[in-house]
Structures are given as structure tokens and as C-alpha cells.
Antibody
Framework: EVQLVETGGGLIQPGGSLRLSCAAS????????MTWVRQAPGKGLEWVSV????????YYADSLKGRFTISRDNSKNTVYLQMNSLRADDTAVYYC???????????WGQGTLVTVSS | DIQMTQSPSSLSASVGDRVTITCQAS??????LNWYQQKPGKAPKLLIY???NLQTGVPSRFSGSGSGTDFTFTITSLQPEDIATYYC?????????FGQGTKLEIK
């Protein structure tokens, strides 16, 4: 059974940094597509970033380039999202999702809430 | 970026009704479109991939069609457990934009 578990969310002040983790079981992070999607309170889904393969396949939402960095640790079968210079509008539930083929988000974690507020 | 226009934004229907949601892309995306269902407080779930392919385990009352810029998602006979918000998502090019969502309620 595939399980994705996000951790690392919490309350952070504007301008701060946070690193989210997504630990996978029953699913190999190194050979599949791993995506972060976020959802602000009461709002729709926003695609954030994806990583696949040797690391050369990394893409970000235009509005997040330069502040967010996706990475992974194959030995821990875990994907990360490093978020810097956080703003109030980054407040959201952050989901990680895994897929065997590009584009489709087959498996989802339960999400972790990030609240940016002073 | 490719923009996705989903309509309606909300919909109220009765059990047994046929429900249709549309999604329009701002440019040709071939068949690179998925549909997701999200129930309150839960993560989204993939229902349809590549415009018309039913994900394993998804009931056959759900279906999708379309190509190019115009896509349709249909529930042939609405069930109470189908109450959710539905999203389309293009994956023709990055960023993989989602539609704004359609909130489906029971009348």
C-alpha cells in the first residue's frame, strides 16, 4: 500500500523559512514523479513543484521560483520542499503527491498546514 | 501559462441526476487533462486521466471526454457520496494549472 506522509508544517512569522518533508512507503521516490500542491484556506488547488529522475527534471510555479526549492533524499525515500521568505499568502495546506507517469497525481498525502502570521 | 476555465463554480443537483462540468483550456492541450475529486477535509483523488481514462477503482458513473481546448466531466447518476469539489488539471506544459473547481451539492 502506498503511503505519503507530510510533516513540517506549523506557524511561522513572515519572512521566515520552513522545510516540509514527504516520507513515502510502498512507493519509490527516486524513480517516480513527486509533486507538491497547495491549497489556501477555502480556496482551490495550486500546483507548486515537481521533481523526477536524477534531479534535472525540476519545475516550479512561476510565482514561487527563487523562494521554494524541491529536493529529495533517496536513502530516506523522502521529498522536501524548502520554503524561504514566507509571506501571508503562502498560508495553505501543502500536499505531496506521487505518480508513476508524468502529469497524473495518483497518490496523495494527508497534507500539512503552514500558517504564515505574526 | 495555460489558463483553465472551469464551469460552473457550483452546482446543485438531485440524486440520480446527470451532472456535467466543463473545462476550457486557453490553448490546445491535446488530451493532457485530469479530473480530481476532493471531499471536505480530505486530499484530492484522481478520477480521470488523459481526458477520458477512468482511474482504477473509480465507479463507471464517472466519465470524461474532450480534446484540444474543450473538456467535459460527467456523472451519469449522481449519488450522495459524490458530494465534493471537482477540479480539472492540465499537464500539457508547466506549470500544471488546476481549474478553479466546481462545488457539487445535493438539492
Amino acid at each position: 500500500e502506498v503511503q505519503l506522509v507530510e510533516t513540517g508544517g506549523g506557524l511561522i512569522q513572515p519572512g521566515g523559512s520552513l522545510r516540509l518533508s514527504c516520507a513515502a512507503s510502498g512507493f519509490t521516490v527516486s524513480s517516480n514523479y513527486m509533486t507538491w500542491v497547495r491549497q489556501a484556506p477555502g480556496k482551490g488547488l495550486e500546483w507548486v513543484s515537481v521533481i523526477h529522475g536524477g534531479g534535472g527534471y525540476i519545475y516550479y510555479a512561476d510565482s514561487l521560483k527563487g523562494r521554494f526549492t524541491i529536493s529529495r533524499d533517496n536513502s530516506k525515500n523522502t521529498v522536501y520542499l524548502q520554503m524561504n521568505s514566507l509571506r501571508a499568502d503562502d498560508t495553505a495546506v501543502y500536499y505531496c503527491a506521487g505518480s508513476y507517469s508524468y502529469g497524473s497525481l495518483d497518490y496523495w498525502g494527508q497534507g500539512t498546514l503552514v500558517t504564515v502570521s505574526s | 501559462d495555460i489558463q483553465m476555465t472551469q464551469s460552473p463554480s457550483s452546482l446543485s443537483a438531485s440524486v440520480g441526476d446527470r451532472v456535467t462540468i466543463t473545462c476550457q483550456a486557453s490553448q490546445d492541450i491535446s488530451k493532457f487533462l485530469n479530473w480530481y475529486q476532493q471531499k471536505p477535509g480530505k486530499a484530492p483523488k484522481l478520477l480521470i486521466y488523459e481526458a477520458s481514462n477512468l482511474q482504477t477503482g473509480v465507479p463507471s458513473r464517472f466519465s470524461g471526454s474532450g480534446s484540444g481546448t474543450d473538456f467535459t466531466f460527467t456523472i451519469t447518476s449522481l449519488q450522495p457520496e459524490d458530494i465534493a469539489t471537482y477540479y480539472c488539471q492540465q499537464y500539457d506544459s508547466f506549470p500544471y494549472i488546476f481549474g478553479q473547481g466546481t462545488k457539487l451539492e445535493i438539492k
